[in-house]
């Protein structure tokens, strides 16, 4: 049973960082690419970034590029978001998914993934 789990959230001061993690279970972590959404209240789910299977390619949104580093250990069944320099509009719910696998299309077209975490809440406030 494919289980993606989301841990790392909380609330942080602007300027601060937190380290995402997604544990992945039930599927072998090194033959999937994952992403990480977000979704603020009352906004639709954007993709935050994207790693291929070997982590040897990456994506970013363009909001968080020079400060999000998606990374992952597959030996470990785990995947990573470092988000450094958080804004307030870096506020939202953050969930890992599972790409499918030999689906086309852009990195983060939500439909492109399979099965989806419950998701942490990440808030940056003063």
């Known amino acids: 049973q494919v289980h993606l789990v989301e841990s790392g959230g909380g609330l942080v001061q602007p300027g601060g960082s937190l380290r995402l993690s997604c544990a992945a279970s039930?599927?072998?972590?090194?033959?999937?690419?994952i992403g990480w959404f977000r979704q603020a209240p009352g906004k639709e789910r954007e993709g935050v970034s994207y790693?291929?299977?070997?982590?040897?390619?990456?994506y970013y949104a363009d909001s968080v590029k020079g400060r999000f580093t998606i990374s992952r250990d597959n030996a470990k069944n785990t995947v990573y978001l470092q988000m450094n320099s958080l804004r307030p509009e870096d506020t939202a719910v953050y969930y890992c998914?599972?790409?499918?696998?030999?689906?086309?299309?852009?990195?983060?077209?939500?439909?492109?993934?399979?099965?989806w975490g419950q998701g942490t809440q990440v808030t940056v406030s003063s």
């Open positions: 790693i291929n299977s070997s982590g040897g390619t990456s």
């Open positions: 039930g599927f072998s972590l090194d033959s999937y690419a």
């Open positions: 998914a599972r790409r499918r696998r030999l689906y086309g299309g852009f990195w983060s077209i939500a439909v492109a993934y399979d099965y």
